[in-house]
Nanobody, 124 residues
Framework: QVQLVESGGGLVQAGGSLRLSCAAS????????MGWFRQAPEKAREFVAAISRSGGSTYYADSVKGRFTISRDHAKTTVYLQMNSLKPEDTAVYYC?????????????????WGQGTQVTVSS
């Protein structure tokens, strides 16, 4: 079992930056690929970024490519999402998730564990 706790959300102006963190419990953090997803009001949850269990491979949605960076720190059992050049359309609740298959996936169904989410609001 993995427990995930997100932090770092908040209110920021367009063009600003935020760094989200997702702290994972347990000793098996390195066994999981990790992903970030988001859900805007009245919209379906969507893929944002993923990182393989080793950290050697990363994947991004086209809408965030070049602006967001996913990374992980195995010693701290934490995954990060650095978000730069934020836009109002990035406003959403952001969730981190753990994928036991380990490669990193865009498919929500591949993820076994989910955090509670953190709100990101970008004002224009």
């Amino acid at each position: 079992q993995v427990q995930l706790v997100e932090s770092g959300g908040g209110l920021v102006q367009a063009g600003g930056s935020l760094r989200l963190s997702c702290a994972a419990s347990g000793r098996t953090f390195s066994s999981y690929a990790m992903g970030w997803f988001r859900q805007a009001p009245e919209k379906a949850r969507e893929f944002v970024a993923a990182i393989s269990r080793s950290g050697g491979s990363t994947y991004y949605a086209d809408s965030v490519k070049g602006r967001f960076t996913i990374s992980r720190d195995h010693a701290k059992t934490t995954v990060y999402l650095q978000m730069n050049s934020l836009k109002p359309e990035d406003t959403a609740v952001y969730y981190c998730a753990a994928d036991s298959y380990g490669l990193g996936s865009r498919a929500q169904g591949n993820y076994d564990y989910w955090g509670q989410g953190t709100q990101v609001t970008v004002s224009s």
